[in-house]
T-cell receptor
Framework: DAGVTQSPTHLIKTRGQQVTLRCSPISGHKSVSWYQQVLGQGPQFIFQYYEKEERGRGNFPDRFSARQFPNYSSELNVNALLLGDSALYLC???????????FGPGTRLTVL | TQLLEQSPQFLSIQEGENLTVYCNSSSVFSSLQWYRQEPGEGPVLLVTVVTGGEVKKLKRLTFQFGDARKDSSLHITAAQPGDTGLYLCAGGDYKLSFGAGTTVTVRA
């Protein structure tokens, strides 16, 4: 079975630009979460979507938004990029039977 | 926000030695997860502990959940170079809170 997939793997943008990151969950999982991991820190929760509805949001500005599609894939959008948005963006798919989250390989975003 | 503190921050040992990583919080968690992450990759789930006092073994790795469900530990016996990585503990329901991680280096 395929795990969580994310695209692109790497991305370079300049300040002020906008970016869209994509994620497909494990087949059968209906929930997707997004996390930001900056160098030297653990991942920080951004959003969770379940059945296309936002279930929770972390302490991130409104420049960050997300959505989930009928096939349960998801997009994370970040507007007006800042240098501090440079990070590894991780998508996780949830198995609610065991309340376990499985992570994709991440998208490395560099903002210049 | 439920905070998790991990110690030590860095650990470098020789192949064959044992090591223990700690994860502590002032909050009670219904469950805690341990992940291992390699550079440039996503975290890989190792184990979930649910019951206070629970001990789980995964080959040379032993995970313990504190009786009060506020702390956990990961013990590796006879570490190998393949155990090198960032070990993260995480807790919470749909919104996981992560510790900052322990970077483990096992020298051959």
């Amino acid at each position: 079975d395929a795990g969580v997939t994310q695209s692109p793997t790497h991305l370079i943008k300049t300040r002020g630009q906008q970016v869209t990151l994509r994620c497909s969950p494990i087949s059968g999982h209906k929930s997707v979460s997004w996390y930001q991991q900056v160098l030297g820190q653990g991942p920080q929760f951004i959003f969770q979507y379940y059945e296309k509805e936002e279930r929770g949001r972390g302490n991130f500005p409104d420049r960050f938004s997300a959505r989930q599609f009928p096939n349960y894939s998801s997009e994370l959008n970040v507007n007006a990029l800042l240098l501090g948005d440079s990070a590894l963006y991780l998508c996780a798919s949830t198995d609610w039977a065991y309340n376990e989250q499985f992570f994709g390989p991440g998208t490395r975003l560099t903002v210049l | 926000t439920q905070l998790l503190e991990q110690s030590p921050q860095f650990l470098s040992i020789q192949e064959g030695e044992n090591l223990t990583v700690y994860c502590n919080s002032s909050s009670v968690f219904s469950s805690l997860q341990w992940y291992r992450q390699e550079p440039g990759e996503g975290p890989v789930l190792l184990v979930t502990v649910v019951t206070g006092g629970e001990v789980k073994k995964l080959k040379r790795l032993t995970f313990q959940f504190g009786d009060a469900r506020k702390d956990s530990s990961l013990h590796i016996t006879a570490a190998q170079p393949g155990d090198t990585g960032l070990y993260l503990c995480a807790g919470g329901d749909y919104k996981l809170s992560f510790g900052a991680g322990t970077t483990v280096t096992v020298r051959a």
